[in-house]
T-cell receptor, first 114, second 113 residues
Framework: NAGVTQTPKFQVLKTGQSMTLQCAQDMNHNSMYWYRQDPGMGLRLIYYSASEGTTDKGEVPNGYNVSRLNKREFSLRLESAAPSQTSVYFC?????????????FGPGTRLTVL | TQLLEQSPQFLSIQEGENLTVYCNSSSVFSSLQWYRQEPGEGPVLLVTVVTGGEVKKLKRLTFQFGDARKDSSLHITAAQPGDTGLYLCAGGAGGTSYGKLTFGQGTILTVHP
């Protein structure tokens, strides 16, 4: 049982390049999330998917797109990377839609945009 | 927009000392979760509190949810170097915000041997 997996673990991009961050969970969870973590700012929600086939914007969606490919997989795409998108990206999943559902996080992708 | 303010942002203490981390908001939350994150890894859930005034203990860690469900605290007794890490509080809103959490900025704890 791997939990939440993310690829790649590290990535360096040049400004304007595009890339997709992959996330998969094997816990049969309905909901999945993408966060970015910057020093002193905690975790900020980029996009989330409450269930397969639905996606919604979070707090900081500009410059990103997502795809809920199936129940297991939720990808995050940067179409034209900018230095401001340098961050650590975390994918998470949760198994209930109740207000206090616990989230399980992947190990993160450290992205640097030059 | 709901906000969670964590304090202090940094905490550096000696092994054996006690400490408290605070998480405050002007908003009411349906639940309050505490996570711990080690360098290079994702956050891991420690506890969830859902009832105003609720107290939960996890070995040397004591978590409390405020009576009005606007604030929470994490108290560590006799801290050990293994407690070193980033501690994050997160509030759950409920209603149409099912599943979404609002995170505090985090508290970086360093426990020196």
């Amino acid at each position: 049982n791997a939990g939440v997996t993310q690829t790649p673990k590290f990535q360096v991009l040049k400004t304007g390049q595009s890339m997709t961050l992959q996330c998969a969970q094997d816990m049969n969870h309905n909901s999945m999330y993408w966060y970015r973590q910057d020093p002193g700012m905690g975790l900020r929600l980029i996009y989330y998917s409450a269930s397969e086939g639905t996606t919604d914007k979070g707090e900081v969606p500009n410059g990103y797109n997502v795809s809920r490919l199936n129940k297991r997989e939720f990808s995050l795409r940067l179409e034209s990377a900018a230095p401001s998108q340098t961050s650590v990206y975390f994918c998470a999943s949760s198994g209930r839609l109740a207000a206090y559902n616990e989230q399980f996080f992947g190990p993160g992708t450290r992205l640097t945009v030059l | 927009t709901q906000l969670l303010e964590q304090s202090p942002q940094f905490l550096s203490i000696q092994e054996g000392e006690n400490l408290t981390v605070y998480c405050n908001s002007s908003s009411v939350f349906s639940s309050l979760q505490w996570y711990r994150q080690e360098p290079g890894e994702g956050p891991v859930l420690l506890v969830t509190v859902v009832t105003g005034g609720e107290v939960k203990k996890l070995k040397r860690l004591t978590f409390q949810f405020g009576d009005a469900r606007k604030d929470s605290s994490l108290h560590i007794t006799a801290a050990q170097p293994g407690d070193t890490g980033l501690y994050l509080c997160a509030g759950g809103a409920g209603g149409t915000s099912y599943g979404k959490l609002t995170f505090g900025q985090g508290t970086i704890l360093t426990v020196h041997p």
